[in-house]
């Protein structure tokens, strides 16, 4: 290319540069001008090239006959070059609707940069996925190429039948052909997609009950394929941090993270108004007479609920505005009971509590203790230990009371989370003023009567190493407390049981949110959506077969 130095300025213009270059770019893109703050570019010179060559540009279909030497008295070498890149990815990736082109600038969806590194460079034109340097949203026009991928795979999604893993994993090999490097939000969507054409095969179902949306799994070990494939890749020093695809709450404000998790789950966490029915005053005397049926322990169940569910506004006002745990206690005796949390619960977050965990435990709990038994603990020393000594504990307690100690002991082995941060064990005669309060956690705590769950008789609810309830005589209604004390309260998982609490809220207590996490935020530690430990259990459950 002949340096413009030297030049008539009427036909070459002044020699182009960095600066001059930047502020003609915007102009080129969408219109033809041969001016631009001084600098003359010679359009005639490549539509006269073209007309010979091509008639020139009259539809976008043209522009793969277009050659870099077409383009050097428009372009730079190395920008010419990525253009001619950009528009064979173009063609070949997505058809381009066609139109007529008034210049070869204007097509390029992003200017190419003034100075690029000669990295940059090969990355775009030795690999297909270059284009989504172009185009972010490629996956918007994707076709799931359904007719590429193996035989075998494709009999198992028409038979409905669910893929093995192995097979699952082929799908993510079509998905890099288009785009090498897919972000967390496009292998999402593309999961979504697949998921709604096969959802006999793809979906995450346990016994016939979809978990969450259905396709989170799927996402997962798609992503996680993509992850292994480009990791040789990945540079080793210094790696960029991935694009926020507005999945997680890290790019939320430090100010605003726990309103955000203290909402996870819940459908209906602060009222804005009271309702019409109701004043100030009436709230007030509704709340007083909550207080005398508590004391005199002689009420009628199905009034008390009715009661909470009217005053629920003022009890929300309280709870959010950071009333203590021990003041809520005096206020809201009932919130600590059985049927009390119930009806808040159902309320703020529009699940039932007791009735749904035992429907989900009826329909999952003998295909986990199974999955568990047969399939985990002979790759998991930790749960074969713990199946050993509940043989010894268990003893002749039967039924549903038995099954549920022993899935959450096993869930705990599984996730590898300790047995003391969900239990603290006291003697069988043990009083709420004799416990020890400073040996309890904060977060929510099952007292244990006895020396194991399933001998004990009665048990306790702490909060805050406050004893709220000192005469729980269920295992299940203990655990079914626990857990919802976590949204009643706006307690967050802690970090040392968010698996095991995760998997429960989501398979048996049927909260799913997409976004967002009710796990306890670290600083610097990134926090997902969905814990990935408990997706891969969900996908193996689902892959299991038991009779």
């Known amino acids: ?166 097979l699952r994993r082929e799908m993510a090999s079509e998905i890099m052909k288009v785009c090498s490097n897919p972000t967390k939000r496009n292998t999402t969507e593309i999961g979504k997609r697949m998921v709604a054409k096969y959802p006999k095969s793809l979906q995450d179902v346990i016994e016939g009950d979809v978990v969450g949306p259905g396709y989170h799994s799927l996402a997962k070990q798609l992503q996680a394929r993509v992850d292994n494939v480009k990791r040789p890749n990945t540079p080793k020093i210094k790696k960029r941090k991935p694009a926020s695809d507005g999945y997680d709450t890290e790019e939320v404000p430090a100010k605003q993270k726990a309103s955000v998790q203290d909402t996870y789950g819940c459908v209906n966490w602060e009222l804005k108004y009271l309702p019409l029915s109701e004043t100030g005053d009436s709230q007030q005397e509704k709340k007083e007479k909550l207080k005398m049926m508590f004391q005199e322990m002689n009420y009628n169940t199905d009034d008390m609920k009715k009661l909470v569910q009217s005053t629920f506004y003022t009890q929300r006002k309280d709870i959010n505005k950071g009333t203590s745990i021990r003041q809520l206690t005096q206020e809201w005796p009932f919130l600590f009971n059985e049927a009390g949390m119930a009806a808040h619960f159902q309320e703020l977050t529009g699940v039932s509590l007791m009735e749904c965990f035992l429907a989900n435990v009826d329909k999952k709990c003998r295909r986990l203790l199974s999955f568990l038994k047969s399939v985990d603990a002979p790759k998991h020393k930790q749960v074969q230990d713990a199946f050993i000594k509940f043989q010894t504990e268990r003893g002749q307690l039967d039924g549903c009371s038995g099954d549920i100690i022993q899935m959450v002991l096993l869930l705990l082995a599984h996730f590898g989370e300790k047995e003391e941060n969900l239990f603290h064990y006291v003697d069988t005669t043990c009083l709420a003023q004799e416990v020890l309060t400073e040996k309890l956690p904060a977060i929510p705590c099952i007292i244990v009567c006895g020396s194991s769950c399933f001998t004990a008789g009665t048990f306790m609810l702490s909060i805050d190493q406050e004893v709220v309830n000192d005469h729980i005589t269920s295992f299940i209604h203990a655990f079914c407390l626990l857990f919802g004390s976590y949204y009643c309260f706006n307690i967050h998982y802690p970090v040392e049981l968010r698996s095991t609490l995760e998997f429960f809220q989501r398979c048996f207590f049927s909260i799913n949110p997409e976004r967002g996490t009710k796990v306890q935020w670290k600083k610097n530690k990134k926090v997902l959506p969905v814990n990935p430990r408990v997706l891969t259990l969900i996908a193996d459950l689902a892959d299991y077969e038991w009779t």
């Open 1 to 166: 290319m002949k340096s413009s130095k030297g030049c008539d300025p009427t036909s070459c213009g002044p020699e182009r540069t960095t600066e001059n270059y930047r502020s003609a770019v915007d102009q080129l893109e969408t219109e033809q001008v041969p001016d631009i703050q001084g600098i003359k570019f010679r359009y005639g010179r490549i539509r006269n090239t073209e007309d010979k060559q091509c008639n020139y540009c009259k539809t976008t279909d043209d522009l793969q006959y277009i050659t870099e030497g077409d383009l050097l008295p428009v372009l730079k070498p190395v920008q010419a070059r990525r253009l001619v890149v950009s528009w064979a990815q173009n063609n070949s990736a997505a058809p381009i609707p066609t139109s007529v082109c008034p210049s070869p600038v204007s097509i390029c969806s992003n200017p190419p940069a003034s100075s690029p590194s000669p990295a940059s460079t090969t990355s775009t034109s030795s690999s297909p996925g270059g284009s989504s340097t172009f185009h972010p949203d490629w996956v918007d026009n994707f076709q799931i190429p359904w007719q590429k991928l193996p035989e075998e795979l494709l009999q198992s999604l028409e038979r409905q039948k669910r893929p093995s893993p192995r």
